[in-house]
């Protein structure tokens, strides 16, 4: 039987960096499941859909093909109807577009029925919102990973910086608080902690504390 990992938790509190790491060490595939959303998010972009418009974005669904593999070093790709978007999906315009376009039923249908498939051949460490909540209740660690508004915000804006972009740290606050709040207050698999998940609050880890608690963690499931 394949192993699972959920870490679930808000935007920017490192889930990706970390579930990539704590799966290099155990083998096991990274399954980024914001990247899916992403590309869907991506599509409307480029099909002018208005993103507010459930009916419009749902009507548009079966046009939407959206795969997943795996570069030499591991890496995860996603495609949009064969095309790879790995690079592009990665701006904060696509994430706010995967923010609302992931409220919509249909939308979850499609993308948590390729995750579960993901799951079923092979162990997985999955990261998002709703893995432990709706993805893989079963998963044998469930994980919610956060940190504090300002120490996310603050990150952010490292990231931003270190590719040469300002920004203002009370901007980037209020779209991580927003975001939150978007995420956690939809009708359909909002994001939240399940009552056995082990929080990990990493405002005050570095990445490789983090990355060793979770391994604990895991292995001690
Ligand atoms: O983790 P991320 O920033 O790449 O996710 C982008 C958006 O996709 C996020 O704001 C909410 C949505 N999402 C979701 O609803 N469920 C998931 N499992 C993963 C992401």
């Known amino acids: 039987m394949p192993y699972s990992i959920a870490i679930d938790g808000p935007a920017g509190a490192g889930k990706s960096t970390i579930a990539k790491a704590v799966a290099r060490e155990l083998g096991y595939v990274y399954i980024d499941t914001g990247a899916m959303y992403r590309a869907v998010g991506l599509f409307c972009i480029h099909n002018q859909i208005p993103l507010h418009d459930e009916k419009s974005v749902v009507s548009h669904i079966n046009e939407i093909d959206i795969s997943i593999s ?7 790709q996603v495609f949009l109807n064969g ?3 790995s690079s592009m999906i990665r701006t904060l315009e696509v994430g706010e577009a995967a923010s609302s376009v992931s409220q919509y039923q249909p939308v979850r249908d499609k993308l948590v029925d390729l995750q579960r498939k ?10 998002g919102r709703d893995i432990a909540s709706k993805v893989l209740p079963n998963a044998d660690t469930k994980i919610y990973l956060t940190a504090s508004v300002e120490e996310r915000a603050r990150r952010r804006a490292n990231e931003l910086k270190e590719k040469g972009e300002s920004c203002d740290l009370k901007a980037v606050e ?8 978007r995420d956690m207050h939809r009708e359909n698999s909002p994001l939240t902690k399940v ?3 082990i929080l990990v609050d990493s405002s005050d880890l570095s990445i490789d504390e983090t990355i060793d608690k979770i391994l604990e963690l895991a292995m001690n499931r």
């Open 118 to 127: 993901l799951a079923s051949k092979t162990s997985v460490v999955m990261d």
């Open 195 to 197: 009552p056995e998940a």
């Open 174 to 181: 209020k779209e991580i608080a927003d975001r939150d709040y």
């Open 83 to 85: 095309e790879n978007v």
């Open 70 to 76: 795996y570069d030499d070093d591991g890496v995860q």
